[in-house]
């Protein structure tokens, strides 16, 4: 890997409140990480080549906490059904088709591609149950030069026999033998546990889960709190847990030792929260997905204030779209809707604090990511918003508003990760 300076106007975030902008300033990249901005090139750093941005907006690459791979083909679909129902009808039948490679093949391609050509540098994703299909999705992703963690999805109860593995200990056995398999072949892709959600997971299939978490050291993403309907469901199947949360921890599966995501947390309750807080649980809040499967809006603001970690999600095919640009924008527009028709106590998220929770917020799950400071691999994204039409000149952080609700794919210029260009 090549070490460089980039020039030209960075954007980041010092806190969920305050945006970091400098402009004209050169950020020494060295091995891949960070060495800060400056305003002048430093002695030591000025042998190193100079790529200059000009006045293009330089943003910390973006991290999607909570995205489907094998729904990325019907998005836009079935948005007048309730989650369970959507389920039913369009995620179990489109996800029976990856038992046949080729398709499989075909689909993460595209899905692929577009993440890409997105904002997004970073990301964790499920895929289905089939390990085969599990591991060229992986394949097509360690090539692509992003870094994510990839789940094989498990699932034994309450699902299709399309889809339903077909006991707990087949289940268990098929993804230690991914993980071993994946281990093996990946630098850049990493396995992540990925039980669906309680109402698909036998107890004996968690327990199973726990005793590969142990012996593995891997993570774990799932979902919670989602909507009424699924919150009910999980009350009746696990009575003896005092919320959905307590599910995932009698089986130690809800972070503490090991890093742990749980997608949406639209409804939960205080105690639910407080193990969240205690465990260090990642929220990734996916507001499109809420809002199209009719599931609510959670309060992010105070989780914010709670000092939880908060990341954001595209959550597609519950969203439509992979761009995180459009997320921060739907998360904002949420977020007022929420404040002036339900509970003005919890304040509107901001455009700062929306751009903490695609950057800084998501990118902690990874380590240290989704800033320019000392220490932080460098994942930008160099946006080019000169087609964005405005008759006089703006200020950088009027240009980057206006890109989070105007600017697509085409206004990338350069995307980073790590330190090398993917495109």
Same mark, same amino acid.
């Given at each position: 890997m090549?070490?460089?300076?980039?020039?030209? %106007?960075?954007?980041?975030? /010092?806190? +969920?409140?305050?945006?970091?902008?400098?402009?004209? !300033?050169?950020?020494?990249?060295?091995?891949?990480? %960070?060495?800060?901005?400056? +305003?002048?090139?430093? /002695?030591?750093?000025?042998?190193?080549?100079?790529?200059? %941005?000009?006045?293009?907006l330089?943003? +910390?690459?973006?991290?999607?906490?909570?995205?489907?791979?094998?729904?990325?083909? =019907?998005?836009?679909?079935?948005?007048?059904?309730?989650?369970?129902?959507?389920?039913?009808?369009?995620?179990?039948? $489109?996800?029976?088709?990856?038992?046949?490679?080729?398709?499989?093949?075909?689909?993460?391609?595209?899905?692929?591609d577009?993440?890409?050509?997105?904002?997004?540098?970073?990301?964790?994703?499920?895929?289905?149950?089939?390990?085969?299909?599990?591991?060229?999705?992986?394949?097509q992703?360690?090539?692509?030069?992003?870094?994510?963690?990839?789940?094989?999805?498990?699932?034994?109860?309450?699902?299709?026999?399309?889809?339903?593995e077909?006991?707990?200990?087949?289940?268990?056995?098929?993804?230690?033998?991914?993980?071993?398999?994946?281990?093996?072949?990946?630098?850049?892709?990493?396995?992540?546990?990925?039980?669906? =959600?309680?109402?698909?997971?036998?107890?004996?299939?968690?327990?199973?889960?726990?005793?590969?978490?142990r012996?593995?050291?891997?993570?774990?993403?799932?979902?919670?709190?989602?909507?009424?309907?699924?919150?009910?469901?999980?009350?009746?199947?696990?009575?003896?847990?005092g919320?959905?949360?307590?599910?995932?921890?009698?089986?130690?599966?809800?972070?503490?030792?090991? +890093?742990?995501?749980?997608?949406?947390?639209?409804?939960?309750?205080?105690? $639910?929260?407080?193990?969240?807080?205690?465990?260090?649980?990642?929220?990734?809040?996916?507001? /499109?997905?809420?809002?199209?499967?009719?599931? !609510?809006?959670?309060?992010?603001?105070r989780?914010?204030?709670?000092?939880?970690?908060?990341?954001?999600?595209?959550?597609?095919?519950?969203?439509?779209?992979?761009?995180?640009?459009?997320?921060?924008?739907?998360?904002?527009?949420?977020?007022?809707?929420?404040?002036?028709?339900?509970?003005?106590?919890?304040?509107?998220?901001?455009?700062?604090?929306?751009?903490?929770?695609?950057?800084?917020?998501?990118?902690?799950?990874?380590?240290?990511?989704?800033?320019?400071?000392?220490?932080?691999?460098?994942?930008?994204?160099?946006?080019?918003?000169?087609?964005?039409?405005h008759?006089?000149?703006?200020?950088?952080?009027?240009?980057? /508003?206006?890109?989070?609700?105007l600017?697509?794919?085409?206004?990338?210029?350069?995307?980073?990760?790590?330190?090398?260009?993917?495109?």
């Amino acid at each position: 890997m090549k070490d460089f300076i980039i020039k030209g %106007c960075f954007l980041d975030s /010092e806190s +969920p409140e305050k945006l970091r902008i400098v402009e004209a !300033g050169y950020l020494p990249v060295v091995g891949g990480v %960070c060495r800060g901005i400056f +305003p002048v090139i430093p /002695e030591q750093f000025q042998p190193l080549p100079v790529t200059d %941005c000009g006045d293009k907006l330089i943003l +910390p690459g973006m991290s999607d906490l909570h995205v489907h791979a094998p729904q990325f083909a =019907f998005r836009g679909l079935g948005m007048d059904m309730e989650l369970l129902d959507w389920l039913n009808s369009y995620t179990f039948p $489109e996800e029976a088709k990856y038992s046949d490679p080729a398709y499989a093949e075909k689909a993460y391609a595209g899905f692929v591609d577009s993440l890409v050509h997105s904002t997004t540098t970073r990301a964790a994703i499920f895929a289905t149950v089939h390990p085969a299909a599990t591991l060229g999705l992986m394949a097509q992703l360690e090539q692509s030069g992003l870094r994510s963690y990839v789940g094989k999805v498990n699932m034994d109860r309450n699902c299709p026999d399309t889809v339903r593995e077909p006991d707990a200990k087949t289940a268990v056995r098929e993804t230690e033998r991914w993980i071993c398999d994946a281990g093996s072949r990946f630098h850049h892709t990493k396995p992540i546990l990925t039980p669906r =959600f309680i109402p698909t997971c036998s107890d004996a299939l968690m327990a199973g889960l726990k005793d590969l978490q142990r012996k593995y050291s891997l993570p774990v993403q799932s979902h919670l709190s989602e909507n009424f309907g699924e919150i009910a469901w999980v009350r009746e199947l696990s009575p003896a847990s005092g919320c959905y949360g307590e599910a995932y921890q009698r089986f130690g599966l809800f972070g503490g030792d090991h +890093p742990c995501i749980m997608a949406h947390c639209v409804h939960s309750t205080d105690r $639910e929260l407080e193990l969240i807080r205690q465990n260090g649980v990642f929220i990734a809040h996916s507001p /499109e997905s809420n809002m199209n499967l009719a599931s !609510g809006v959670a309060p992010v603001s105070r989780y914010l204030e709670l000092g939880l970690n908060v990341g954001l999600a595209t959550d597609v095919a519950g969203g439509s779209s992979l761009s995180l640009l459009r997320a921060m924008m739907h998360a904002i527009q949420a977020s007022k809707l929420r404040w002036r028709l339900l509970d003005d106590s919890i304040r509107p998220l901001s455009l700062e604090q929306a751009f903490y929770l695609a950057t800084v917020g998501g990118g902690a799950f990874f380590g240290k990511v989704g800033r320019f400071a000392e220490g932080y691999d460098f994942d930008a994204v160099v946006l080019d918003d000169s087609s964005l039409f405005h008759p006089q000149p703006l200020d950088p952080r009027s240009r980057l /508003e206006r890109a989070v609700y105007l600017a697509d794919d085409r206004h990338i210029a350069a995307k980073y990760v790590a330190g090398k260009k993917i495109f």
